[in-house]
Structures are given as structure tokens and as C-alpha cells.
């Protein structure tokens, strides 16, 4: 989810030289490594962000590798990668730490728009291939919950969010999702568009428990 982590720039050799990509230059290779070096670690993670939602039958992402972990696995976490060949970042962000495999920027996320990534969320994943490396990709309903909360007064674009609701909409709770994300005038205003174009399974101007608008 490039919009909730922050812009950060490539990552430069310990020797000053410049950044190096990975030999086939995919991004997706990029994934698939951190996300084995997790695994051999035992580190509980889900993959989340954009390569999740291209997971469960999105478009491919361009952007950025998105990792959801618990805020205590992360020194672990960066331990495991430093050692692996990433280069360890040192973000503004207090909700996320970065590593980079030569141009290719990893996020770890411990605080999803505003909510800590918890133990039950990254246990509980369902394993998808990801560019044949099996992995916990975070469901479709925390996916959407994730986008809508991150919508906010300077950043509310809702061009990348529909294709992906789209796409994952029949694997999606929508009562669960109006429920968490009933705080935000910014996600009500994207579940009427959503309702309005068919994506959800409740009315146009549904309330939070699916019906008809309460208010």
C-alpha cells in the first residue's frame, strides 16, 4: 500500500556507490525473498499492500513490497534481512521500518492506518503463491478496511481503490468492513460510490450493519 508508507528513496551502497538492482530486476523477486528469509525465521508477517490484493486476483503492483508484522517481531525482522543482503533504512515514519534490496523498497507495517498490526491478523492468513513462493497474505476484508482508513483530507484517491475492490469484492465482508471503518466520513463516502456501482452486496446509502441509511 505505496499511500501508507511513506515516499522514500533508494538505498545506497554501505561503500557510498550507487543502488544496485537485484540481477533480473523484478520486484516481485524482491517479495518472494524477504518473504522466504521471513518464513525461515519463524516471524509471524502477511503480505499486504498492493502485491496482496495482485495475490488474491488484483492487478499487478508497481509499487513498493508491503509486509504487515507485529511491532515486537520488527528488530527481528530487520536482523534477518540485514543479514539476507537488505540494506536497512531509517524512515521519518514511526509505524513502519524499510529495508531495500537494491532499488527495490520492503515496508514492514506494524500500525495499518492507524491500527497495530495484532497477533489474530497475521496468524490467521490464508497461504496464496505469490510468484510460486507460498506465503500469508492478508485477507481481503483487512485489505479494503486498510485502503479505506487511509483516506484523509490531503490523500483521498479513489482510482486505485476501486479496481482492486473490484476485484476482491466476493472475497470481502462488507458488514465488517462498514463496522470498522464506520469513524471515517472519507470510507463512507467510498462504500456509497461502491454500493452505487454494484461492487458490495448491501443497498446504495447502506448503514453500518448493511441496511438502509440509519441516520
Known sequence: MTDLTGAGGPAVSSAGGSPSAPPDGSLLE?????????????????????????????????????FALQEQDVPRALDVLEKAGFAV???????????????????LIF???????????????????VGSVAMPVLSATDLVIAKLLSFQHHHCDFAWA???????????????????????PFAEAFLLL??????????????????????
Not at 111 to 129: F, I, K, N, W, Y
Open 30 to 66: 524482491t517479495v518472494k525473498k524477504a518473504a522466504v528469509e521471513l518464513k525461515r525465521a519463524e516471524i509471524p508477517f502477511a503480505l499486504c499492500g498492493g502485491w496482496a490484493a495482485y495475490a488474491r486476483g488484483g492487478p499487478r503492483s508497481e509499487h513498493d513490497a508491503d
Open 89 to 107: 533504512g531509517d524512515p521519518p515514519e514511526d509505524w513502519l521500518a524499510k529495508v531495500y534490496d537494491g532499488e527495490h523498497l520492503v515496508d
Open 111 to 129: 500500525r495499518l492506518s492507524g491500527q497495530p498490526v495484532t497477533a489474530d491478523m497475521v496468524s490467521d492468513c490464508e497461504q496464496l503463491e
Open 162 to 184: 476501486l479496481p482492486m475492490v473490484r476485484a476482491l469484492r466476493e472475497q470481502v465482508d462488507w458488514l465488517q468492513v462498514r463496522r470498522r471503518t464506520g469513524r471515517s
Open 194 to 215: 461502491a454500493d452505487r456501482l454494484g461492487l458490495t452486496e448491501c443497498p446504495p446509502g447502506a448503514g453500518p450493519n448493511g441496511g438502509g441509511d440509519e441516520r
